[in-house]
């Protein structure tokens, strides 16, 4: 008997039950990028353009913390839902465990890590000595919340691996409500500024983990955590980071050209960086239904292919694509016809509105093509073919626009210049993902779990 909130990914039609995994986990990502958005919109409203602009100098570094936990959290993700579909019950138990282990260790380091290089990291983005002190703060309080972040995208992973991705959208629900009712009182109460909208969005973090840690220790069945059997499986724990560290990277790659690209950006004023910093929250909130479809095919296909059932993983492939174009097209379109209502929510002033309305555009208006790139890799991390995918990426999104800003750009320094990068490089790793996924797919075989 299947138990509450779960999808049989194994039987029957897809449409309905892939929409019903990815509806929730986009809600999911959309409440993620709210902890953000928040304080965007407490800190623009209530404190000014220049908390405004240390926050969206900051964005290109959380979106590279976030993509990495989201990334590493599928290999646990992958690996349970193999055994899941394999039937292997003690095996799967065993993977939740270490997981979980897993991932406070790595929130652990990569809050010490953070703390360690937060000054060089906006040092490189060439964040002004005006912004600078109030970038640097915010960035430090935030990585306070590393830890959470790690177990919440870890526990996610653990419950999406049986078909449940309502839970974590629930427990993120209450984190999110919670986070601005405390960025509202830092700004307006006590007076604690950008500071206290940071504290506000790494306490509700750790409600969000605990919420989801005490489902998990009180759940049925198979994924149960039971506190004494925690502990690392080697074996298991390789695996994991052997398919979620490639996904990491992968996730790391948009964030990391998008560290150079806002230093370009950065280069041409404080008005430029709050209407990006406006801008990238609208086409954030729309690329979470691009990766959740990308996880949904992920899942669907580790399943099935623990199962044995390669048939059913092309199908899935093919039928998640599908579903996500038609969802990416019509947000798209609307997103770029009410680009200025939009814009307008974060900062009123005309001149952010013209410059954030070309970003809209040029980013949200393509990514029907990353529709390609998200199904494709995500498939490829099913079968736990991860590295070649984020590899492509490093080749190609990195290297086309780092080239792209230090030619380009350089010759013709305007923000429409350094808009145009995204499309083109998306395009060029569309392409070349397409050959790489019919190679490898030639190749598949059955496995035995």
């Known amino acids: 008997m299947r138990e509450k909130h779960t999808i049989d990914m194994l039987h029957g039609p897809l449409v309905k039950p892939m929409v019903l995994f990815a509806l929730p986990l986009a809600l999911t990502g959309i409440l993620q990028q709210l902890f953000n958005t928040a304080d965007v919109l407490v800190l623009g409203q209530f404190v000014g353009t220049t908390a405004l602009a240390a926050v969206g100098n900051n964005s290109p570094i959380i979106g590279l913390l976030v993509n990495l936990f989201m990334g590493v959290s599928l290999g646990a993700n992958v690996v349970i839902a193999r055994f899941i579909g394999a039937h292997n019950l003690k095996e799967t138990t065993q993977a939740v465990h270490t997981s979980f282990l897993l991932a406070l260790i790595l929130g652990v380091a990569m809050a010490v890590l953070g703390e360690l290089m937060a000054a060089p990291m906006l040092q490189a983005l060439g964040v002004p000595a005006e912004v600078m002190p109030s970038a640097e703060l915010y960035l430090r309080v935030y990585l306070l919340g590393m830890p959470a972040m790690g177990l919440y995208n870890f526990e996610s992973a653990i419950f999406r691996s049986r078909g449940d991705t309502q839970t974590p959208l629930k427990a993120l629900a209450v984190a999110s409500v919670l986070n601005i009712v405390l960025n509202l009182a830092a700004v307006t109460v006590v007076d604690w500024g950008i500071a206290g909208v940071a504290a506000a969005t790494a306490i ?82 729309i690329y979470v239904f691009l990766v959740a479809f990308g996880q949904t095919v992920t899942t669907f296909v580790s399943q099935n292919y623990g199962a044995g059932n390669l048939p059913r993983c092309r199908k899935v492939t093919k039928v998640g694509m599908q579903v996500a174009m038609a969802v990416i097209v019509a947000l798209s379109g609307m997103a770029c016809l009410f680009s200025d209502e939009l814009l307008a929510l974060f900062n009123g002033a005309a001149a952010v509105i013209e410059i954030g309305r070309i970003r809209v555009w040029y980013i949200v208006g393509f990514y029907f093509v990353c529709v390609f790139i998200e199904g494709l890799s995500g498939a490829m991390r099913g079968y736990g073919y991860s590295l070649p995918p984020a590899l492509l990426m490093l080749g190609t999104v990195c290297g086309v626009r780092i080239v792209w800003i230090y030619t380009v750009f350089a010759a013709n320094p305007s923000f429409k210049t350094i808009m145009l990068c995204y499309p083109i490089s998306w395009t060029a790793t569309a392409v070349l993902l397409v050959v790489i996924y019919r190679f490898y797919r030639k190749h598949i075989k059955v496995i035995h779990v």
């Open 204 to 285: 509700s973090s750790y409600v969000s983990a605990w919420m989801l840690y005490d489902n998990l220790c009180h759940a049925h069945g198979i994924i149960r955590i039971e506190p004494g059997a925690i502990r690392m499986i080697s074996s298991y724990a390789k695996e994991i980071l052997r398919i979620g560290v490639p996904a990491g990277i992968q996730g790391m790659v948009f964030s990391l050209s998008n560290l150079v690209i806002q230093a370009a950006i950065n280069s041409l004023g404080e008005e430029v960086m709050a209407a990006s910093a406006s801008a990238f929250i609208i086409e954030i909130n």
